[in-house]
């Protein structure tokens, strides 16, 4: 079993040297080592559920200021954390129901308890409270609880007893960490699946000859095309070219590989062409709590002229970018800045250094910023894994998926 700690240096080193591209990538393999991190984890006795979400915490504090401008390793650190407390608070139901269960029996002329498994209040509660994360058949099962036992005396009944808490103790902290590594399993898969998911509904949303425009390069945004495609739609694609790194050019020759009509134009003639759309079709590196996108950047240009012509603007987004913040909290990074050198040749920028005033001080500044905000207001529907919505139902999905709690991960320091 690897070093845990060299796993989790591994993966920081690979959020500050940008080694991993995309939100999909980055969200994985973040859940996949907090899983190992959890699985490898000693608790104590007391508190469990305290010790491991401040572990968590402290490891999901490191991940998030490695790569603050990638949202999706925050969201999955409060996804987990959300489920550490889901599970604490499940277990210590079932227990609470269990004596309930126990003293009723007592009360009955004890008569046997009847050992039929009785789902505890907790499990139906978690199944009614999210119908958007049903628990698992295997979930549902563990929450049964055991038989309870008349208690009866014996003549060794303090070392019975003392035995039997700390069996009971291993045997909670064993059940605690197995239910938190399977609903983490849990949310690896969804993450996992997400594109598919979300591909099944394009036959809802795209019709027979049709003009859908996208800008950016997003892998969910070509596997929700295709599945049209796939289903016999017959529509036409309008591939804005992404400057300064053209990645609309990947994409459409992506799409017309597999098919489709496809037609690039220049990001500046978006305004022009927008009215010969039907659909806006695009990804977003991040939604924010309050419905607002984080995007690739001109995206902001096509939701104003979209909005200016009637065209619906449409968003796909995986559940692991459903952040819990909002754009304007001081944890939210919202952009970056680029190189320099997507815009100009380093040797056209030396050019431009006035030398004759032996400072050396550039008399041209290349600003090359990495997303644009589109506010909420300017989008017509997100389409996600559990389907679509609008713009105002954002808080409730992002707030079954997170605690209150978990909002802030820094650690305040002491003054």
Same mark, same amino acid.
């Not at 000859?209 to 095309?225: A, K, Y």
């Not at 998926?401 to 002491?414: E, F, G, I, K, T």
């Given at each position: 079993?690897?070093?845990?700690?060299? @796993?989790?240096?591994? *993966?920081?080193?690979?959020?500050?040297?940008?080694?991993?591209? =995309?939100?999909?990538?980055?969200?994985?393999?973040?859940?996949?080592?907090?899983?190992?991190?959890?699985?490898?984890?000693?608790?104590?006795?007391?508190?469990?559920?305290?010790?491991?979400?401040?572990?968590?915490? !402290?490891?999901?504090?490191?991940?998030?200021?490695?790569?603050?401008?990638?949202?999706?390793? =925050?969201?999955?650190?409060?996804?987990?954390?959300?489920?550490?407390?889901?599970? $604490?608070?499940?277990?210590?139901?079932?227990?609470?129901? =269990?004596?309930?269960?126990?003293?009723? !029996?007592?009360?009955?002329?004890?008569?046997?308890?009847?050992?039929?498994?009785?789902?505890?209040?907790?499990?139906?509660?978690?199944?009614?409270?999210?119908? %958007?994360?049903?628990?698992? %058949?295997?979930?549902?099962?563990?929450?049964?609880?055991?038989?309870?036992?008349?208690?009866?005396?014996?003549?060794?009944?303090?070392?019975?007893?003392?035995?039997?808490?700390?069996?009971?103790?291993?045997?909670?902290?064993?059940?605690?960490?197995?239910?938190?590594?399977?609903?983490?399993?849990?949310?690896?898969? $969804?993450?996992?699946?997400?594109?598919?998911?979300?591909?099944?509904?394009? +036959?809802?949303?795209?019709?027979?000859?049709?003009?859908?425009?996208?800008?950016?390069?997003?892998?969910?945004?070509?596997? *929700?095309?295709?599945?049209?495609?796939?289903?016999?739609?017959?529509?036409?694609?309008? &591939?804005?070219? #992404?400057?300064?790194?053209?990645? #609309?050019?990947?994409?459409?020759?992506?799409?017309?590989?597999?098919?489709?009509?496809?037609? +690039?134009?220049?990001?500046?003639? &978006?305004?022009?062409?927008? !009215?010969?759309?039907?659909?806006?079709?695009?990804?977003?590196?991040?939604?924010?709590?309050?419905?607002?996108?984080?995007?690739?950047?001109?995206?902001?240009?096509?939701? @104003?002229?979209?909005?200016?012509?009637?065209?619906?603007?449409?968003?796909?987004? #995986?559940?692991?970018? %459903?952040?819990?913040?909002?754009?304007?909290?001081?944890?939210?990074?919202?952009?970056?800045?680029?190189?320099?050198?997507?815009? @100009?040749?380093?040797?056209?920028?030396? $050019?431009?250094?006035?030398? #004759?005033?032996?400072?050396?001080?550039?008399?041209?500044?290349?600003?090359?910023?990495? *997303?644009?905000?589109?506010?909420?207001?300017?989008?017509?529907? *997100?389409?996600?894994?559990?389907?679509?919505?609008?713009?105002?139902?954002?808080?409730?999905?992002?707030?079954?998926?997170?605690?209150? $709690?978990?909002?802030? %991960?820094?650690?305040?320091?002491?003054?």
């Amino acid at each position: 079993m690897p070093d845990i700690h060299a @796993l989790v240096n591994d *993966f920081l080193v690979k959020l500050k040297k940008r080694k991993i591209e =995309g939100s999909k990538a980055t969200a994985k393999v973040t859940a996949e080592v907090l899983r190992s991190f959890i699985s490898q984890l000693r608790l104590p006795h007391t508190n469990q559920a305290g010790a491991l979400i401040d572990a968590v915490k !402290s490891v999901g504090e490191q991940l998030i200021a490695a790569n603050p401008v990638e949202l999706a390793v =925050g969201n999955v650190v409060r996804r987990v954390l959300h489920i550490i407390r889901e599970e $604490d608070l499940s277990l210590a139901s079932a227990a609470i129901g =269990g004596l309930n269960l126990s003293a009723g !029996s007592d009360d009955e002329d004890n008569v046997e308890y009847d050992e039929r498994p009785v789902l505890s209040a907790a499990a139906v509660a978690a199944a009614a409270r999210s119908t %958007l994360r049903p628990p698992s %058949l295997q979930t549902l099962l563990e929450d049964v609880p055991h038989t309870v036992a008349v208690p009866r005396a014996s003549s060794s009944g303090g070392d019975s007893e003392g035995k039997s808490k700390s069996a009971d103790k291993n045997s909670s902290t064993r059940k605690l960490k197995h239910n938190v590594i399977e609903a983490v399993n849990e949310l690896i898969q $969804d993450i996992a699946t997400c594109h598919e998911q979300i591909a099944e509904q394009a +036959v809802e949303h795209i019709h027979q000859n049709e003009v859908i425009l996208t800008l950016g390069s997003s892998r969910t945004v070509v596997e *929700f095309l295709c599945a049209a495609k796939e289903k016999k739609r017959s529509f036409r694609v309008f &591939v804005a070219e #992404g400057g300064p790194r053209y990645q #609309g050019h990947t994409l459409a020759k992506e799409l017309v590989t597999r098919g489709l009509q496809t037609t +690039v134009i220049t990001d500046s003639a &978006v305004f022009a062409m927008i !009215s010969r759309v039907n659909m806006v079709i695009v990804g977003a590196h991040a939604v924010m709590a309050n419905g607002g996108v984080i995007a690739p950047v001109g995206l902001n240009m096509v939701a @104003l002229a979209a909005q200016r012509h009637a065209v619906p603007f449409v968003v796909l987004a #995986g559940i692991h970018k %459903l952040c819990p913040l909002y754009p304007h909290n001081p944890e939210v990074l919202l952009n970056e800045l680029r190189s320099p050198s997507e815009l @100009l040749d380093f040797g056209e920028f030396s $050019d431009c250094l006035d030398f #004759g005033s032996g400072s050396g001080s550039p008399i041209l500044h290349v600003v090359n910023p990495a *997303f644009d905000y589109v506010p909420p207001n300017l989008v017509s529907l *997100f389409i996600t894994d559990t389907g679509g919505h609008n713009p105002s139902y954002m808080y409730r999905l992002i707030a079954d998926y997170y605690s209150a $709690d978990d909002l802030v %991960l820094q650690r305040r320091s002491a003054s």
